[in-house]
């Protein structure tokens, strides 16, 4: 039974976060920096754990959580090995042969009457023979390995780009600790021995470590990974089997030794089982295979790996194992998930840090008092599981809008039942050039207009208002985007001067 103080049971004091890490350290930031001396907060970890600490790339919604804890750009890149990122490059998914680059930003600009894609298709429709990425500042940007921020006045092309970074998660978890220390959290060496609860509430009291020290808190965050020990191992959350839609079960990683241009986006090519992951740092580069262990065994993985890296591999590789998936509930009674504890959804569109903060910027809107009224928590669950439903969907899409792949996991994929969710969305796609996005999505309507054109999904339809629009007026104005757009890219410096320019 979860305790109800109609009453009003006072400010949370103490607030306890069990593990450290990506996702514990960025809790124990953004709480510091915005309740400043408010709150007492301890953080436990053990050196004896290790972390996953493969999720190097991110997307533009990173900026929101570095400015909420107060990075500086330039010490942050400087600190993690950071490179910028404008995107995704996924090859071989739709077919053999076959790329395409899912960019940050937007395609084309604004324009009056009509969102700028049903131009474009209205265009194409009447036989202007552009692509859709020929709209895309970033995706010219970042295929010639140049980089630029975007602007903020609207009137200048540079204001259609977005950007993300790649950088070592490792060193990002120390540079957010170093912060956070100073801010007066207080970390514990150790490992979780006993767990406290209140008999009447449920509500966990404290957590004693294997050396006997005990952790009294009011508020107890779970940042413990794919162990979830509070969440699952205390209050049996439960958990959503996501494997029957997206069935990698396994990842394999390896860092090498970087090449001598950096390429500023994240690269995803398919393999027979799976798929692997390219991540350009400063230092090194990221690499992994994600793959299904039912059609491929770790030695072959491995193998495979090690026999397509751009480098001399500077570390064994490490496996992992995951279940695609998420908690029943994320939040319940005063323990809140946050990170792999919370659920897991593999990096194909580098949403693992995303997620990370999603649950921090949701638990910071609907931060309770010591009574954690489960209205709160019913509201926190409802947002964070229809995040990941979204986000599910969207991967589920580069799964089964594939063509001339035999191997037995595309040839599953390609045929397996899809969410209604998903089914609609294509069928409106499809016949109408509509995107039936939420306001609270994460990936809006640019992301996925590149990922159902880049997996060959077209719409046969445009929006009738673009009829409106004069033709010859409308391709000479798309004309004259484009043309824009080279001159801008070309103008642009190289990634590396810019990134060198920046930390020097």
Not at 272 to 277: I, P, R
Not at 281 to 287: A, E, I
Request: net charge negative; with cysteine.
């Amino acid at each position: 039974m979860e305790r109800i103080d109609p009453a009003g049971a006072g400010r949370i004091g103490q607030v306890v976060i069990l593990g450290g890490g990506t996702a514990g350290w960025m809790t124990a930031a953004a709480l510091a920096r915005t309740f400043r001396q408010r709150l007492s907060i301890t953080l436990l970890e053990s050196e004896e754990i290790g972390t996953v600490g493969v999720g190097e790339a991110t997307i533009p919604t990173i900026h929101w959580f570095n400015q909420l804890a107060g990075l500086d750009e330039a010490a942050f890149l400087r600190a993690t090995k950071a490179t910028f990122k404008l995107g995704i490059e996924f090859v071989d998914w739709a077919r053999p042969g076959h790329r395409y680059l899912h960019p940050f930003g937007q395609y084309g600009v604004p324009l009056p009457g009509v969102a700028f894609h049903h131009r474009w298709l209205k265009a194409r429709a009447e036989g202007l023979d552009l692509p859709l990425p020929a709209f895309s500042l970033a995706t010219r940007l970042a295929l010639d390995n140049r980089f630029a921020k975007p602007t903020s006045d609207a009137r200048s092309i540079l204001s259609t780009l977005g950007y993300a970074y790649h950088f070592d998660a490792n060193l990002y978890a120390r540079h957010l600790r170093e912060l956070a220390e100073a801010l007066g959290i207080v970390r514990i060496e150790g490992r979780l021995a006993e767990v406290e609860r209140d008999p009447e509430t449920g509500f966990v009291t404290a957590l004693t470590t294997v050396s006997g020290e005990r952790l009294p808190g009011e508020l107890f965050i779970d940042c413990s990974g794919f162990r979830a020990l509070l969440i699952e191992g205390e209050m049996q959350a439960g958990y959503d089997d996501w494997s029957h839609w997206l069935p990698c079960d396994r990842a394999v990683a390896v860092p090498s030794e970087r090449v001598a241009e950096t390429t500023p986006y994240t690269r995803s090519t398919a393999r027979a089982a799976g798929w692997q992951w390219r991540i350009p740092l400063q230092h090194r580069t990221g690499n992994g295979y994600v793959y299904c262990s039912t059609f491929l065994g770790d030695d072959e993985a491995a193998a495979t790996l090690l026999a397509n890296l751009d480098g001399a591999a500077l570390a064994e590789p490490r496996f992992l194992r995951f279940t695609a998936g998420r908690r029943h509930r994320a939040w319940i009674g005063n323990v809140v998930a946050i990170g792999l504890s919370a659920g897991f959804l593999e990096p194909l569109e580098s949403t693992s840090i995303h997620l990370i903060q999603s649950g921090i910027a949701k638990l910071l809107t609907l931060f309770p008092d010591r009574g954690c009224d489960p209205a709160l928590a019913t509201r926190f669950n409802a947002l964070f599981g229809a995040d990941m439903d979204n986000i599910k969907d969207f991967l589920i899409l580069h799964y089964h809008a594939t063509e001339d792949k035999p191997e037995p996991l595309w040839t599953q994929c390609r045929h397996m039942a899809l969410p209604d969710t998903l089914v609609e969305r294509e069928r409106e796609y499809r016949r109408t050039g509509r995107l039936m996005l939420g306001s609270e999505e994460l990936f809006r309507e640019a992301s996925w207009l590149a990922v159902l054109n880049g997996q060959g999904v077209t719409a046969e339809g445009y929006h009738p208002v673009a009829d409106t629009i004069d033709p010859a007026v409308n391709r000479t104005q798309l004309q004259q985007i484009v043309e824009a757009m080279n001159r801008a890219a070309a103008a642009q410096p190289k990634h590396d001067a810019a990134l060198a320019a920046l930390i020097a």
